[in-house]
């Protein structure tokens, strides 16, 4: 076995070995730009990778800190969570009161607040020493701080305030402890089931992330393992002339370039580790993390990278095959072989799949399934149709008899060697396709998923708050606020007739403070009952059907099941920005109940809220959303499409390397013949055009196809998602004709024959 | 002498083109053969089927007795790997190793140790007259040094057939001389058979056998006068 070995197999190995360290100035360019292309395909799929374990253990954090309130009589610290902004950052202060020494702590808590002290996250800290208007919300006593096991991100504003028990809503039970997130406990708050619990938006985006980098990548990585491939096919066929097998000289073409890969890829997770290490605080729109969150799975890691060089060894090998296959048909400029067939198949898959993917004929999964699949056959039709469809237009081109001579060679070029020209515009296309896609997903989410308010301050309306459980006290010391027109502490009841036919919205609150609720009231006296009539125009006082003198039974409210008359009084009011309908008015001064506030400034009302009653969670303000909602999807749909077209570029500047080479090679003899470099630069100009119209039209058609399945199977306007799209290929067709001609220009200027070159040409 | 490759009834279609068309030759132990005949009359696909690497539509090839075209790739592989060795017109050496170890790598890929492999391409080169140049690459040498360089490559593991397509074509007279000299030489010292394709009318006239071709077809085997 060891002389098997020996004899059959490590012989090909220390070659393949031995031709990586090869050397000359364009193996080392070629090893530098796939070792190159390699690491930065690793880091940035290593960075994809990362967002959905971060998320995670910010998830994981978040639920951990979740106190657990249980409605029982012994006493005990009592919490409420309630959720501020600072301008359009997010910020949680949570109410804490009856504190006693055994009170249980949240994570990263050292101890709890008393009345008048504050522990704050570094973040909040920062901002309440930098920042007076943020001081004035927390005139408390900083008595600590959170520690990063109790917060989300860095960058969070977190704050445990000490208030009076008092302070707190009526009725909020006792904190005994807070929520396990063991054993993956916290994915339970994700959704209910299994498929709600894998689909979460972290998952979705990192596969989005996936898509726009892997693809590009691939076809980065492909330009890379087949940059300057003359030679490489030349060296292959060298050796299957010195005797080696198909499979012998496969193995040390696969070494050379799994050392190459490996070396790039360990390159590349060295970067991520490095890099990953100083990234606290480092943000992607409003997504913060720790860097100790950077955690991926050593095995997830491994496979990445086995992934990566199996790629590389897999294009290698593709590339490389005819060569081996018929080394003795390997010429000078390589194989000048015409493109095969099966190039052809994903370009039926692809209309196939998307045509059928909004059809009725599928269920919703298969759809999804389709739209898939046909989204994947189409990228991989445009990296391996290109070359047909090139040679098939310059096979077409070059029937026409009266085109002058550099049209004709350009023609003729497409037609019977069209291999390395696609490459220049396949990087591009697949990233101008890949992007489409993208901006696809973003109008999608855009149209779902509806971007929260991060700021009060950005809305208009309303301009009354509500807040439920409240006591006197605390109303007062709101009423001192500026921000504040009028204050209401009132109770809401629901009456119903005898029939149970006819209901009426009763209010109990002081004829003083019903103007919080009213623009303008009446003549009114407090200890009264009166039946509300609305002013002209407002209809609400003719639909309860209940008349004065109709007897009604409470059915919710503290007064539950008690019986009253419909009041003969009425009493005329206007407006109703509170939002209740009033039908009975019964005045009366209240110790505690829920508080409507009418505003003339929002923003020093939240300020004052925060200052003056830091316990009192007003409705209005809870949807505050951090990390990745809706902003942050497209922030991150951003940057992958920058990521993408980023790669795409790279790809076209190596290709375009490559190019330089090989057109330098072909035009040797014809320079040599005393053809004009501006007839070459001509024909290379008039082959590049050639390729990117025909590729482009592909790429349009593609991608309309893929507009109209999308928009079918997520039941959306064709023009709303394809809108969009116009400018972006307007922009790209018009930028990728100044790049031909920059192209064409760079790689014929300073034509001038080498002996090298008319040594070997 | 006995043959050592025999073909019979070669028939080789490429395209639209008959290449070859009912061609049967042998090759004895020790012999050189030339072949000549027009461009395109089917001289190197006739080498290269008779080599093994391209397989015939019809027609046997036999070497020491064995079908190699019923061996598969990996036999037939090797069967060149150790019997065989092989010059064309541009050298077809590896470029990005140096001229040494294009020498030495038959050896390696046969289990030769390294050293014994440097010391066996070492001697080979000193034989070739390029002895100082073996750190060169490729490109750094001039085209018959390059191809006395394939010579040695082709004959460093001693094989049993040497084939030849146009060895000297893309040198100088001069130079074309000093590499056949050096080519046939070696080949008779060791008694290795040669199967050589030219146009040259000097190679022809160092061989011991011609074989003519014309569109597709040998038209004699004409032994060459001592």
Known sequence: ?761 | MSDIIVASALVKTLGSTRALSNVSMSVAKGEVIAVVGPSGCGKSTLLQVLAGLLAPDEGIVEFDGTNLYELNDNARSAVRLRHFGFAFQFGELVPELTLQENVELPLRLTGASAQEARRRSATMLEELEIGDLGDRRPTEVSGGQGQRAAIARAMVHGPSVLFADEPTGALDSKSGKGVLGALLGIARSRGTSVVIVTHDQHVADNADRVVEMRDGAVFGGIEVAE
């Open chain 1, 1 to 761: 076995m060891i002389a098997w070995f020996r004899n059959r197999v490590w012989p090909w190995i220390w070659l393949g070995a031995r031709l990586c360290v090869g050397s000359g100035r364009k193996m080392a360019l070629r090893t530098a730009l796939l070792g190159a292309a390699c690491a930065v395909g690793v880091f940035l799929v290593l960075a994809a990778m990362a967002v959905p374990i971060v998320s995670d253990a910010q998830l994981a954090r978040s639920y951990a800190r979740t106190p657990v309130i249980e409605e029982i009589s012994t006493p005990g610290m009592r919490m409420t969570v309630i959720h501020d902004a600072v301008g359009s950052r997010p910020l949680t202060r949570v109410a804490v009161a009856d504190v006693a020494p055994d009170s249980p702590r949240p994570p990263g808590v050292m101890v709890l607040p008393g009345p008048g002290d504050i522990i704050v996250s570094p973040a909040l800290e920062e901002l309440i020493a930098a920042d007076p208007a943020v001081r004035y919300r927390f005139p408390q006593r900083v008595v600590g701080a959170i520690g990063r096991e109790g917060l989300v991100a860095p960058d969070e504003l977190y704050a445990y305030v000490g208030v009076p028990a008092d302070d707190l809503s009526i009725g909020t039970g006792v904190v005994t402890g807070y929520r396990d997130a063991g054993n993956e406990a916290w994915k339970s708050s994700l959704g209910g089931n299994e498929l709600e619990r894998m689909l979460t938006a972290p998952r979705v985006v990192s596969a989005s992330f996936a898509l726009f980098l892997g693809l590009p990548l691939s076809v980065l990585l492909g330009i890379c393992v087949r940059f300057d491939a003359s030679r490489r096919d030349r060296r292959l066929a060298a050796l299957r002339l010195v005797g080696a097998s198909q499979r012998q000289a496969h193995l040390s073409a696969a070494v050379e370039m799994a050392v190459i890969a490996t070396a790039g890829v360990v390159a590349g997770l060295v970067l991520f580790v490095l890099v990953a290490r100083i990234t606290d605080g480092w943000h992607v729109g409003r997504f913060y993390w720790y860097a100790s969150d950077v955690a991926i799975p050593p095995s997830r890691i491994v496979l990445l990278c086995a992934l990566v060089i199996g790629l590389a060894v897999l294009v290698s090998a593709a590339g490389s095959r005819p060569a081996l296959k018929n080394p003795v048909r390997v010429r000078r400029s390589g194989m000048n072989t015409g493109p095969s067939h099966w190039r052809l198949v994903p370009l039926a898959v692809a209309p196939l799949a998307l045509l059928l993917a909004p059809t009725s004929l599928v269920t919703p999964f298969q759809r999804l399934v389709l739209l898939g699949v046909g989204i994947t056959a189409s990228v991989v039709a445009l990296v391996t149709v290109t070359p047909t469809v090139l040679s098939v237009a310059g096979k077409s081109a070059g029937r026409i008899k009266s085109l002058p001579v550099w049209a004709q060679l350009a023609a003729r070029r497409a037609a019977h060697s069209p291999a390395i020209t696609p490459k220049l515009v396949t990087g591009v296309l697949v990233s101008v396709f890949i992007a489409g896609l993208g901006m696809l997903v973003g109008t999608t989410v855009r149209e779902d998923v509806p971007v929260p308010a991060v700021s009060m301050s950005e809305t208009a309306e309303p301009a009354v708050a509500f807040a439920a459980g409240v006591t006197r006290q605390v109303a007062d010391n709101l009423r001192l606020s500026r921000a504040v027109v009028a204050a209401s502490v009132l109770q809401l009841e629901v009456g119903v007739d005898a029939k149970q036919e006819n209901n009426a919205n009763i209010v109990r609150t002081s004829c003083q403070e019903a103007a919080a609720l009213f623009e303008r009231v009446g003549p009114c006296q407090d200890g009264q009952a009166y039946r509300v009539v609305y002013a002209a125009g407002m209809e609400r006082g003719t639909n309860t059907g209940l008349k004065p003198g109709d007897a009604v039974t409470i059915q919710y409210g503290p007064r539950q099941g008690q019986s009253m008359t419909v009041p003969i009084d009425t009493i005329e009011v206007s407006g109703t920005d509170y939002g209740c309908w009033c039908d009975i008015l019964i005045t009366e001064k209240l110790d505690s109940g829920d508080l409507v506030v009418r505003l003339n400034d929002e923003d020093s009302f939240w300020a004052d809220v925060s200052r003056m009653a830091p316990a009192i969670r007003f409705q209005g303000n809870q949807d505050m959303r951090r990390g990745l909602d809706a902003d942050a999807v497209m922030t991150l749909i951003f940057v992958g499409l920058t990521i993408t077209v980023s790669l795409g570029l790279v790809a076209f500047v190596i290709a375009s390397i490559d190019r330089s080479i090989e057109s330098r090679h072909k035009d040797a003899p014809l320079l040599a013949l005393g053809v004009p470099a501006r007839m070459l630069r001509m024909a290379e100009a008039a082959q590049l055009l050639l390729v990117i119209v025909s590729g482009l039209l592909l790429g349009l058609a593609l991608l309309a196809l893929t507009v109209k399945s999308w928009s079918g199977v997520f039941d959306m306007s064709f023009d709303t998602v394809s809108a969009p799209l116009v400018p972006l290929f307007v922009s790209v067709f018009v930028g990728m004709v100044l790049l031909i001609l920059t192209v064409a220009a760079l790689t014929t200027r300073n034509r001038r024959l080498s002996p090298e070159d008319l040594r070997r040409e």
